[in-house]
């Protein structure tokens, strides 16, 4: 059987509803992996990670302001979402986008976008507490607990390292650079507040 009997349109349409890309790169990667969905799914995200990373230098100096209230007003988060022109910033998939973060925020609740932004005495609190966990521990056995233990508390408070709410097999930063290889934009979360009654 050839590749392009083997290759529906059918396939592709699953593959580009499942992962976002466009109809050519879907069929470029089922026809890659032999038709096989997970392996394409694969060569689509090494693209999308790749077309992320070039465009990762771009300057991002449009964007939107949404915001998001959750449990009856109890919960509500603004979060600035950058792209690189007005024409993505406008787009209804770019605001579904923000909507979608501003909703994980509430429900996660990160303390900042990335590691950089974490601050200093946060991180040295957590390392008196591992430090403390790691007591009567052998010195280079200690290390690697601490840390790990560090790293963990890391991937917990920065948005873009924590679980996507909506889909926990991917992260934020997964989501943003699958957002990035349909939009043909660098996009980036540029600030977000968190409020909540009574905290």
Avoid at 57 to 63: A, I, K, L, N, V
Avoid at 165 to 178: A, F, G, R, S, Y
């Amino acid at each position: 059987m050839s590749t392009s009997t083997q290759i529906s349109a059918t396939m592709v349409n699953d593959l580009r509803k499942r992962t976002g890309a466009g109809l050519m790169d879907c069929k470029k990667a089922l026809v890659e992996s032999n038709g096989n969905a997970e392996e394409a799914i694969t060569l689509l995200k090494k693209k999308g990670m790749a077309t992320a990373a070039k465009k990762a230098e771009r300057e991002t100096s449009q964007g939107i302001i949404d915001s998001y209230i959750h449990m009856g007003g109890g919960i509500g988060v603004l979060i600035e979402l950058n792209c690189e022109t007005d024409f993505v910033a406008k787009n209804e998939d770019f605001k579904k986008l923000a909507r979608d973060i501003a909703m994980h925020i509430a429900a996660a609740a990160p303390v900042c976008v990335s590691r950089e932004d974490v601050p200093q005495e946060l991180v040295a609190k957590e390392e008196e507490f591992a430090k403390a966990k790691c007591e009567g521990k052998p010195e280079k056995a200690a290390e690697q607990i601490m840390k790990g233990m560090v790293d963990k508390y890391l991937k917990e408070v920065c948005l873009l390292e924590q679980a996507f709410v909506k889909n926990p097999d991917q992260t934020i930063q997964d989501l943003l650079t699958e957002q990035v290889t349909k939009m043909g934009e660098n996009i980036t979360v540029g600030q977000f507040a968190r409020f909540q009654i009574g905290s």
